[in-house]
């Protein structure tokens, strides 16, 4: 027997990760992606190739997503936009400014993922890890719908579900929120994102509708919630099991909204074939979230990312050193530290590192934190204490590590307030609202320090002066003196190649297929992994089927003596005789032990007259073999 | 009782007849015995257990739960008579025999219990069990291992096991069996070594995972204790524990590294030549499986990484790096093998998410950076990191390997390291302060700047963490010890900062002064050479004597610190020094002069190195200048007379300040000046004395600052006029103490020359003048009068002198001739303008004081044991009176105040004493003549002297003394109890 993978995605590229494995006769298909930089029928994968005559539900026996979301809340401060930061890269979404930059690695794992069970078909479960649930119906501000909507947001708060009623003029008069039950999240978010994805595809590149907003609802009604180390029993053979894969991040964008992001490891297991496929995931753990953790199995094969085949990074204490030296330094010398971040997510591991250094130092200096969101993140963290770290574990109980004791709540006057202080503001690029009404304050001194943490897209402030220009130019009238220093520092979610190697090595699989990597990177890991491992690894593209053999056990009948046999220690000893000894020298006789251990394997496998197998041990086979005599 | 005696002949009666009754009857003595008590209960007892040993095998089945509970409550009683218990165990050993299986682990449980309890007995059950144990071998059951497992709690030793039996159960088809031997293996059972290791090697392919955990388990125990001269052997088990390393359970692979570690080891230790070899594997082996997912499995590896004993240094250098190393020289076989194994091994430790990791790594690196220098540079950064860890135990665990490292000789702190480990000193957890700064006691800094920076911070830290002041003493003081050329450099900055607090510029007790002069004063500890440091420095630091022995405390002991402080102080003369201070500031400077002789002596030949503190030969030196300062008059001081003379001139010290301190309590800053007071009345108790001379002086010094510290604290509140209402009662008070006070010093010290007495004089005219500026009319004249009595003492005194009397006795005396009507007329300002003039003289303490005290005990008394009275009749009570330096023309008295107020007087036959030099004794029963119609009654006894010095008011007592009394100790309760 052998296990087929099927690459219909995210083979030897990033993006639109699918993969469909069949292993013993059942069909799996992992994420359901669609890839966000084309637009045309190569958006989605090629799922005639699973089926051709287009019956997917005999043909696979489930979905698995990697990846989940959950939503907290919509803030409707801002109605005109909402911008979703997922992990890899930035925006998903920018309804009014950003049309059309969309680039969300999310998407990748599950944009494809209505369009496959509405509109090709497939009716047969689909299994999310899920944190929350809800569901969210994000109206188009459209001519057909009436203003006067109420908006009702239920928070569940130890089951008791608060319902908190927004009367629609408190609202947008473009966007209302009818409901967002708080549940389980990733079936929260996907409708939004695909329904969103929806709109700016067919409103404003004016393609042909792929699906419709009745469609999304219909496929999350298919959606199963997995949770964490959860066996499920798809059918009699199929089994599931989510493992945490450390890739968890929470983003908030303006103060608009939040979310939680993360991914799992699903271990399948078909009669006696297991396999595991990773998603995303991260071998170092952090302040706020820890490594993945995964049981050792007996795999015939991993299906792994490998973003960052390559790449293998140094330790993150360095860096988090050459961080808190320069705003101790800074702040020592009496001036501010500006740290433009998203709310939430870094922002908290930062806040984390700080305040654990000033406790330590018994710094004064005030910290403060403009996105007043501090306490939803406990609220988030506490739903959500298996996905962190254990140090917020350890503190959980006692004190929520999010309690910080040196960081306050920020207030305008800060902003004119002489002498030192670290200030966190978002956004995270500079390109716009608090950080950069502070930066433009704050750019011109010298002793000011702008730490960004992580990457800036191109044409926001953050790129800009990341090459430390003498100044910067923000419109035709507005130019700022940058004479203050800048610290980067970089933070990914994502394994490195050390990382992967790692966990090739602990689970200790039969085969490795790469997937979701450039093909360069992946051929010199797929070569490290071979020479160092002696592990046969591939790396097909996409629509390529790789087939690797499976373990297969063959039923066969035990003889009793051989249970009993099998109960016992499988060795017996042997007594040296005592001539034996007396040959020896005295030194021989110390050094040789009087008994040896014999080993006792002697197993036959025996194929009787009705052709089935069976074991027996070897002091059966004599009496057998006996028995045969006679019989001829 | 009597119920029990008869139902009991029917009881026999009715079963005497059946098989079965004896059980029964057995039971119903054992329900006796419950009720019964002493002897008639041992009976009963006795009774039902020699019915249960009569017992048929069959019968013996009846013996119910309940019967076994009743057996157990006899084990434990402590006083269940010897012959029950023995009777108990030999119907316990006799069921064994006859009892069904079912029963035996019950039975078994029972005797253990026993054994326990009772040891004399444990030798027969030991001796019973091994004899019934061959029985029940074959095959081995469960009830083996109840009968080994029993043998084995009763035995304290190990319980040794033939061969044969040790094989069978071993081999045996039910598992617990198996596992039980196995986990007792080594410890508790006793197996040849030759004989275990087969089996266990066996035993780690077994299918039970518990199993293969415990038989490694035991095969660490065996490596342990057992020598292996056979190779093969070792490395067949050390290659087992690398097979299971990738076990799939969890508890497996945390054995299978401590074999790894612990046979690895053994293996390299086998072959001098191959040790590098297998050291290098057995450290691959052990980072290659760094990354499981079980935090205690890692935990386990770098605890098993800690015990390594070599190791290349290209493979330890490769652990910190997660990229492979591209070496200079060609790299060998192994390592290219090995080394993507190692890889990053420690940075994923110390990466790690469970702290638990973290601080295994730490200590791992304990051993591992001794391994190599190059490699402990390199770990160096990994720890440094480390220090930013969240969890205390992790930062306290990682400088706990520098201080280890630094013992080693192998931790460098470059400068960009200082500045993050100086951070750490900084730290809000104390565990982790003391031990980086058991660090900087090791350090030797590279350069000047960084010697002042790591000063700055110990001197921050002071300031934020004063709790920590005596360790943070204690380390500057190694800092100056190890760095004298640098505190040369600041030695003056330092002298200037001292010198002007201590002119009272700035505060004079702050901790950072103390750590200045500790820096200061220990740079030149070890050598001779004083450097730059001038001496008065050392006079200064005396003051702070007994606040920073503690950081000398490893060299020497207070005592000689100050000797040492003395010495140093007094071994060049700075003419500067004295010129700027002015005549008489520097309080050694009559010393000096005296000592000049000496000098050369002592400069060249002082030692100190010795933990004792000892200076031979200095101290014959100064002995000699003590003998030519004193008169040879005193016995004492002939014993001591280097401490005597040390002490003497340290408490003269104290006296030379207080003049310096009085500008401050004139322009208000009374709190510091109390401060300082108070600091320098803790100096003076906590000295020493071995001789009553510097005693006395102590004594007079001490109420002199007291007196002081009242004066200070009545001129606050009465020059400033800011008493609120509630201050008034407290000034009050103040005032009556100072009066009190006052009187002692008058009173309770005698050889006082001229000079001294003048200013003695003065003090206590001040202290009258502070009264009148506050006191009612009506008291007024009274307190007037004293003051004039004073004031024409004083006056004679500077006529015989010839002195010119000071502005303030001038200006008083002026008031106290205008004033015809006995000070009425005076108004408080006059007083005050007074007041004004006054600035205390500088006082050296006079040689020859004497300090009048007594000692008054009276034996066998405590409210326990009360004296006994009759009420009405006299009631003596015993006194053990010892008086000091008192002449026998004073008049001395006893007095007595019961509680109502009544006081009783007594007089002291001084003559009658029995005398040696100016000590009395005298043991005299003291008689009490007023008696109370009381059960018991307190007496307050104290002795006292008549104040022949100002007689203003006489006693009108009968009989009594006839002018005030000054009380020479403390008062002693008497307890009195009436006679029955």
Redesign the interface.
Known sequence: MAIETLVLGAGQEVGKSCVVVNINGKRIMFDCGMHMGVSDHRRYPNFSLISPTGDFDTALSCIIITHLYCINTLFLRFHYFLIIKISHSLILYSYIFFFGIICDSHLDHLGALVYFTEVCGFHGPIYMTVLIYSTVRWVEPNKHCHLNSICTINIPKQGNHHVHSIHSHQLSKTIRIIACIFLYPTKALAPLMLEDYRKVLVERRGEEEQFNSDHIAECMKKVIAVDLRQTIQVDKDLQIRAYYAGHFTLFEYLTLILKVLGAAMFHAKVGDSEMVYTGDYN???D?HL??A??????LDLLITESTYGTT???????R??EF??AV?KCVSAGGKVLIPTFGLGRAQELC?LMD??W????LKVPIYFSAGLTKQANVYYKMLINWT???IKDSYPTNNAFDFKNVCKYERSVLDTPGPCVLFASPGMISGGLSLEVFKRWAPFENTLVALPGYCLPGTVGHVLMSKPPKIELDPNTKIDVRCQVHQLAFSPHTDS?GIM?LI??L?PKHVILVHGEKPKMVSLKEKIHS?MGIPCYHPANNETVSVPSTVYVKAQASDAFM?R????????HKCSSQELSIKTLTDK????????INEKAVFIVEDKSKKLKVVHNDEVLVMLGEKKTED | MGVLSAIQPFELHHHHTASTTSPLKGDYYQYLAKFKCGDERKEAADQSMKTYQNNTPESIRLISMQTFTSMMNEILNPSTPKSTVSSIFKTLIHSLLHSPESHHSQILKLITDLSSHHPSLAQLALDSLQSMLPQLTDPPSQLTIEYLDALVNISERPVEVDDSLF?SI????S?PV?LWMVRNSGCRVMVRP??L???L???T???YPCVREESLEALVRLGECAVF??VS?VKGCYERGVQLL?D?EDCVRISAVRVVALWGLMLASFNVDMKTYWSNEVFAMLC?VV???NMKVRVEVFNGLGKMEIVSKELLMQSLS??VLVLDQSPTEQFVLLA?NV??AL?HG??????EVRKSVCQSLRALTVLSVEFAHAAL??L???L?D?KVEV?FQALETMHHMAINHCLELQENYM??FL?VL????SEVRFSARKIVRLMKLRNHLLFKSTMDVLLKNLD?YPQDEADIFSVLSHLGRNHKQFVDLIANEIADEVTASFEGNREFNSARMAALLVLSISAPFLNADVGPIPPVIFSFAATFLSRICCAFSDVMNRDTLLEYLIQKSSSMVQPEVNISNGEGQNPLAKDDVQNVAGNEMIHSEITINNGEGQLPLSKYNVQNVALEMKPPNDVGQHKQPVHDSVVLTYINYILVKLPNIWPKVQSYSANEVLCSLRHWKEELTSLTFDSSAPADASAFALLYLKIIKLVVEVWDHLVRKTEVVSGTVELEDKLEKLDRRAKELMNRFVGFSAEEEISVLELILLTYTLRLCRAEICSRNFIFKRMTIIYLRTESFLKLRSDVASGFVAELGNLIRESSNGGASCSSLAFDNCLKLFSPKRLMIPEGIRHRRAELSIPNNCPDYPLPFAPGLTASIPCDITIHNISSNCRAWVRMCINDGFTQHVYLDLQSFEVSGEVRKISYAVPYYRTPEVDSFNLKVCIGLESLFENVTPVQAHGGPKCELVLLCEEKIVYLSRVL
């Open positions: 071998m170092t753990p302040r820890g490594a953790q995964i049981d050792r199995l007996r293998i990074r140094d330790s993150k204490y360095a988090e050193r808190l030296d101790h984390i654990d250094y406790e330590r130092m018994n770290s254990q140090k050390k790692d090595k602990f200790s160092e009993e099998c109960l016992k220690p499988n060795f017996k000893l110390n050094i040789v032990p009087e008994l040896q251990v | 094989t071993c081999l045996a088809a598992f198996r030759k004989l290791y087969p089996v090697m066996g035993m392919k077994e299918p001269e056979e052997l990738s799939n290659s990354r499981d997912m997660k990229r993507s890889a990053g940075v110390v990466e790690d998410e469970f702290f950064n990994l440094m990191d480390v930013n969240y930062r500045h993050k951070d900084e730290d809000n957890s934020s």
